[in-house]
């Protein structure tokens, strides 16, 4: 299991500045998973790690206020 | 539901940033036209003032009138929450410090004499003056960067019961009836400006129409311009800039169809030329909004898509706007004395060190023990 960050229920930019920190530290074929609760989080923290070199796999689960969203993201 | 997802990625993309930007741009300087104050075609800062003092909170006769666009901006993100299944219900991350956020956030624009959406407009009419304010707001976002970068945090919100996200929309409603009642209390409320900038306004159903669209096409694309700003400065993303860049073309332009451009600084519509607090102002409002986590549009389209706490933030902008003119430090056409300034300058002090305390103190630990769940 790679690492977590459960970032629900922080307020922009948080999500951007923990996922970012996270993505400097890793290296080349590593992943860690994002936990967020809001679309804006979950394409604010895609568009970032897009821009840092990464690969970003996006899966939903639950619905309405219940929508939570785990990105995988892997350096590429 | 093929066409929502292909909507869903358009607005993702830079082309829809700048679509939207333009957008806005475009609308802002038509609603100018259709009767909206000089370089006020979209000012959430000026237009939640007017609403405090239609509702009597503050008793300035000139800044009366309950704006639709605020209400508009507020239902069109709502629209597009429910159809996009973005509506969350949350709240509890706290409140009360965004309040006086959003308080202070409003007393710094008001000095200045608009919101950062404004600063855009008077920009692209030719006010020079709006440069000092840009300086400003990218000054006071800087500064809120520094204290984002060094741990600030307001916390977690937490999911809630939809009644509270739905605050904001039904005050919004009860606004509208108002608006379209229109009526008289012994007391004189609801006031409507009779002379000033709050006798002049579009006609309330083309400006309720342009401001639903324009929140619909800002909660798809979470267009912000503090977050612009921070963005830049933070992370050299520039995505939310083009959008903002986008919105300053789209004025431009359409003032200069309109014949609406009028280049310089002295004369300029409800402007002053004091450059100090132009750009005071505005280091007070960015510094707050970066705080806040978003500019004062921002805020409503969040309480539009059920951001309780977003919610709390607008009501203390619209106390903060009470505040500002009944203790008189509002921008007027400063003397040339300082000591003739009233109180604009101690409430930006005020207002700053109240920023400088909560961005050292509320520090949470996001990178905590049991955030970080290892394998």
Known sequence: ?76 | MNVLKKLKGFFATRYGIIFVGLSIGIFASLLQKLGNPGNMGICVACFERDIAGALGFHRAAPVQYIRPEIIGFVFGALLAALIFKEFKPRAGSAPVIRFMLGFFAMVGALVFLGCPWRAIIRLGGGDGNAIFGILGLVFGVGIGTYFIRNGYSLGRNHKSHSAVGSVLPLVMLGLLLLLIIKPVLSSGAVFFSKEGPGSMHAGILIAIIIAIVIGFLAQRTRFCTMGAVRDVLMINDWHLMTGVLSMLVGVFIMNAIFGQLNFGFVGQPVAHTNQLLNFGGMVLSGLSFALAGGCPGRQLFLSGEGDGDAAVFVFGMIVGAAFAHNFTTAGTPYPDNPANWGWGPAAIIAGLIFCAVIGFTMKERVFGEGVVQHA
């Open chain 1, 1 to 76: 299991m790679p690492d977590l960050l459960d970032l629900r229920g922080l307020s922009c930019p948080q999500p951007v500045v923990e996922s970012r920190n996270m993505i400097k530290k890793i290296s080349s074929g590593d992943s860690f998973h994002v936990l967020v609760d809001t679309g804006t989080s979950r394409d604010n923290v895609k568009r970032i790690a897009v821009k840092e070199g990464c690969d970003v796999a996006i899966e939903e689960g639950g619905s309405g206020g219940e929508q939570e969203f785990l990105l995988i993201i892997t350096m590429r």
